[in-house]
């Protein structure tokens, strides 16, 4: 299950899976996998994300999961 929402704003945001890994303090692989639906961000880590790069965004949408 895909993050299709934020892999698409990361993309507009200019923002790339080695910002989010240094924001959250996880690999940047780890990231690449869980935006591909291997694994899962935690509530925290996904908030944390939201707040720094997606302020304007709802997180339900960020974070909504596609098959």
């Given at each position: 299950?895909?993050?299709?929402?934020?892999?698409?704003?990361?993309?507009?945001?200019?923002?790339?899976?080695e910002m989010l890994?240094?924001?959250?303090?996880v690999h940047r692989?780890?990231?690449?996998?869980?935006?591909?639906?291997?694994?899962?961000?935690s509530i925290e880590?996904?908030?944390?994300?939201?707040?720094?790069?997606?302020?304007?965004?709802?997180?339900?949408?960020?974070?909504?999961?596609?098959?």
């Amino acid at each position: 299950m895909a993050l299709t929402n934020l892999v698409k704003e990361m993309a507009a945001f200019k923002v790339s899976n080695e910002m989010l890994s240094e924001k959250i303090g996880v690999h940047r692989n780890t990231i690449a996998n869980r935006l591909s639906g291997v694994g899962k961000f935690s509530i925290e880590e996904a908030f944390a994300i939201q707040k720094q790069f997606f302020p304007t965004l709802g997180i339900e949408y960020l974070f909504k999961q596609e098959k």
